[in-house]
């Protein structure tokens, strides 16, 4: 039995469901009647069309935020410089931050966008029977592998291996394995490899050093551009070979780490930045009562209760669409808002926020008489 995954839901495990990400599509925007017309649908007639708008809204917008587009930017040029670089390890990209703050969605972003770049002018290569050399291949420009816990340096290789639909033989040394990967990367034409969620290779202190010599060898016999996504890299031993080493691991000398963070609130940029992503989330509400720019006007409560978290403020919006449908209110009020409790962190942050607002402000000391 064939089970169906939803290519927005889960992260793609093959270059088959790969694809399906690349080429997924959010659902179209449901056109809105007037109020009237709309109260005036049968209840079914009503009910699908309340459907199409929840799907809408639980799909919610993907903001390219400048973070997003400075990232994406450093990742082209890496990916300019390396193209026609002679053998041996390419500098690569890392992608460090704290949960949640999107480093998942803007690497795959990225490489669907950089895979749609190339069929766009190399549309031979994605026909289904495409011969280079005197072979025919499966063109796999973009591998993207996302880390499951304690993975090794063997399991890093079988990933690679099942993502690139490879038949292993049983008794397949983690060498054999590595090196017909090698061999199929090259084939395949692959020119960017994405790794998820690095943090979850064992680079523990005694392990760490082999998943450490295992990517170098893996990123300098492949001609491809990596990428590395995670969380609190600068300390562990992808950088540092083991936990109180404080010599730096090749790879730490071979890729460039970026920071990648929370919406700030101290600056009037952070400001303007933070209502833009809610502005661009609001437009693409399908309310009747909700006035474009209602939203972005709650920009700073939104700010308190999420922290400037991407992840908590898209979960916040998408509840709040729903409520509004639901409740038949249409439209999202700050009274609505404070009716939807998000994740746990959030909350408690918010609580937090709150109970430091309450406090009275500390008086001055009265100067000594
Ligand atoms: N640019 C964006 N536009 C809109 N929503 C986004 C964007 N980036 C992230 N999100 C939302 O935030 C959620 C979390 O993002 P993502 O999974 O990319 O974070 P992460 O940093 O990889 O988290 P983790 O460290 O847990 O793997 C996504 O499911 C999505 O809903
Ligand atoms: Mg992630």
Same mark, same amino acid.
């Given at each position: #039995? ?11 495990? =093959? ?16 056109? %809105? ?37 400075? *990232?994406?930017?450093? #990742?082209?040029?890496? %990916?300019? &410089? ?33 895979? /749609? ?9 994605? &026909?289904?029977?495409?011969? =280079? ?25 079988? *990933?690679?291996?099942?993502? *690139?639909? #490879? ?5 397949? =040394? ?45 990123? /300098?016999?492949?001609?491809? =551009? ?5 969380? $609190? ?21 071979? /890729? ?19 209502? %833009? ?5 609001? $437009? ?41 449908? #639901?409740?038949? $209110? ?6 609505? %808002? ?32």
């Amino acid at each position: #039995m064939s089970t169906f995954r939803h290519p927005g839901l889960a992260e793609p495990r =093959t270059k088959e469901e790969w694809r399906r990400y690349r080429d997924s599509r959010p659902p179209t925007r449901p056109a %809105m009647p007037s109020y009237q017309q709309y109260r005036k649908l049968s209840e079914e007639d009503r009910e699908d069309f309340d459907e199409d708008r929840d799907a809408f809204h639980s799909a919610l917008v993907l903001v390219d935020t400048a973070q997003v587009k400075r *990232l994406h930017y450093l #990742m082209k040029r890496r %990916m300019k &410089a390396n193209a026609r670089r002679a053998a041996g390890g390419r500098a690569g990209i890392v992608l460090d931050g704290p949960p949640t703050v999107g480093k998942s969605t803007l690497a795959k972003l990225f490489g669907a966008r950089h895979e /749609n770049r190339l069929r766009r002018r190399h549309p031979e290569r994605f &026909a289904d029977h495409y011969e =280079t050399g005197g072979m025919l291949i499966d063109y796999t420009p973009v591998v993207y592998l996302s880390i499951p816990a304690r993975a090794t340096p063997k399991d890093l290789s079988v *990933l690679l291996a099942d993502y *690139l639909g #490879m038949v292993l033989r049983g008794k397949a =040394t983690q060498t054999d394995i590595t090196n017909q990967v090698l061999t199929v990367l090259a084939d395949v034409g692959t020119e960017l490899v994405i790794i998820d969620d690095v943090h979850f290779l064992d680079l523990s202190a005694r392990e760490g050093r082999v998943v450490n010599d295992h990517l170098k060898y893996i990123a /300098n016999e492949t001609a491809a =551009t990596f990428v590395y996504t995670g969380v $609190e890299l600068k300390k562990s031993g992808l950088f540092l070979e083991g936990q109180t080493s404080s010599r730096a691991t090749q790879t730490s000398g071979r /890729n460039t780490r970026h920071a990648v963070t929370k919406f700030g609130c101290r600056t009037e940029a952070d400001k303007t930045e933070w209502a %833009m992503t809610v502005k661009a989330l609001e $437009e693409g509400l399908v309310l009747f009562r909700h006035k474009p720019g209602q939203l972005v006007k709650q920009s700073p409560y939104l700010y308190d209760r999420t922290g400037g978290s991407i992840c908590a403020l898209t979960d916040l919006i998408r509840e709040s669409a729903v409520e509004a449908v #639901m409740s038949e $209110e249409e439209a999202i009020t700050r009274k609505l %808002m404070d009716r939807i409790e998000i994740s746990e962190y959030a909350e408690a942050t918010y609580r937090e926020v709150l109970k430091q607002r309450r406090k009275p402000a500390a008086r001055p000391k009265k100067a000594a008489s």
